[in-house]
């Protein structure tokens, strides 16, 4: 039976003031203990055991005699043998009995069974429960879907490896490390069958998950993932904000790229085939004739997603974008919920958010006021599902 709204509801009614603000301690975690910290929540990171020194030690809250913070800006821990234990009953008896509001990362949604987080996990989430499941690409409706229902350019799919007749991504997780990617390119059926026995031998890809893959048209340009937030407490006509731009550093691909055409050759060829592992991201903004159409489209996946799965989007939410040669987007991933490369801006804040709120507002920050603002206003249940 599906989590409902109205248990979330008749939940937060009960809750403790103030509530917490929680997440899991991977992905974007520092971003949301970071703004909780600044907007005077507690904030909670959820780590696996023998994964936690970066927030139990190295940014763990650290107070002066008089209860003011001094540094750091994680203040609780809690940690598990493993992150799906967080959804255990106890577990959530615990969350609850802090009033934690859970803000969901990818973390969340890899580490813990989606089924389990729409019909088990009796904690409020902050955001769409039930858009968590769209970034998973084997389901029939997906972030392609709601990306055709806004009317949204995306590349062309391309119907298997036989099909292939110009520069392709295959796109599936990584055999090992699942929360990442196992993605190749090809721009053949020939160079597709090359590079599997190649990356199989590595132990990039799993055979089991080529038949689920999805095979599209590569676009060429420059990767740009536009940081949106939405604000169901304003109207509607204010409440979509673009606080930042973020670019991906990926391993080894990288790499490859910073070497000369000559070296690269002088590789193996197996060292030759990227991975596209993200390990980090850098700051952007991009050419302001451009931002009306990101706003556009972030206007146009707003509604789609509304009439999808109602309430729709509820605060922080990503376009994964390419930008062509005439300057428009095409949107090639979705994260419908805090992206993964939002930490570039703590405590600077992003630049389109810190020109909106005119102050430093950083995702996680931004998470932080809306919750404050609904608290203030006894609105919690709208921002929360």
């Given amino acids: 039976m599906p989590v409902s709204r109205e248990e979330i509801r008749a939940l937060v009614e009960r809750y403790p003031s103030p509530p917490v603000v929680a997440t899991v301690g991977s992905h974007s975690a520092l971003d949301v203990a970071d703004g ?20 139990s030690r190295y940014f763990r809250t650290v107070r002066a005699p008089d209860g003011s913070r001094r540094r750091g800006c994680v203040d609780e821990v809690w940690t598990y043998p493993r992150f799906a234990a967080l959804a255990a009953p106890d577990s959530q008896e615990h969350l609850r009995a802090r009033g934690a509001l859970l803000v969901p990362n990818r973390a969340l949604s890899s580490y813990v069974p989606l089924d389990v987080i729409e019909n088990e996990l009796r904690v409020p989430i902050v955001g769409s429960r039930r858009l968590l499941r769209i970034e998973e690409r084997t389901e029939r409706e997906n972030y392609y879907s709601l990306l055709e229902a806004a009317h949204i350019p995306f590349p062309r799919a391309i119907a298997g490896p036989a099909a ?44 089991s998950d080529l038949e689920a893959a999805r095979i599209e048209e590569y676009v060429l340009g420059p990767v740009f993932n536009f940081n949106y937030f939405f604000s169901p407490l304003v109207p509607r006509a204010e409440g979509l904000e673009l606080l930042g731009v973020d670019e991906r550093r990926e391993s080894n691909l990288d790499g490859l790229v910073r070497l000369p055409a000559a070296q690269q050759l002088e590789l ?7 991975e596209y592992t993200v390990v980090g991201h850098g700051t952007l903004t991009v050419r302001e004739s451009i931002l009306e159409e990101a706003f556009q489209l972030g206007e146009r996946f707003v509604d789609a997603a509304r009439a999808a799965a109602p309430p729709g989007i509820l605060g922080p939410f990503c376009l994964q974008s390419c930008i062509d040669r005439d300057g428009h987007l095409t949107v090639f991933d979705v994260a419908a919920r805090i992206g993964g490369g939002t930490n570039i801006h703590l405590g600077l804040g992003h630049p389109y958010g810190n020109a909106l709120w005119r102050v430093p507002m950083s995702t996680g920050r931004r998470v932080a006021v809306e919750l404050r603002r609904a608290l203030e206003q006894g609105r919690l249940s709208e921002v929360v599902t």
Wanted: aromatic share 8%; proline share 6%.
């Fill in 164 to 207: 292939i007749d110009r520069l392709a991504i295959v796109k599936l997780p990584h055999a090992s490390r699942r929360l990442e990617r196992g993605f190749f390119t090809a721009a053949s059926p020939a160079e597709y069958r090359a590079k599997v026995e190649r990356l199989v031998a590595r132990g990039t890809v799993a055979p």
């Fill in 36 to 55: 909780a910290a600044t907007e005077g929540f507690t904030s909670v990171v959820l780590a696996q055991t023998g994964r936690d020194a970066t927030y």
């Fill in 268 to 274: 193996s060829e197996t060292e030759r085939i990227p």
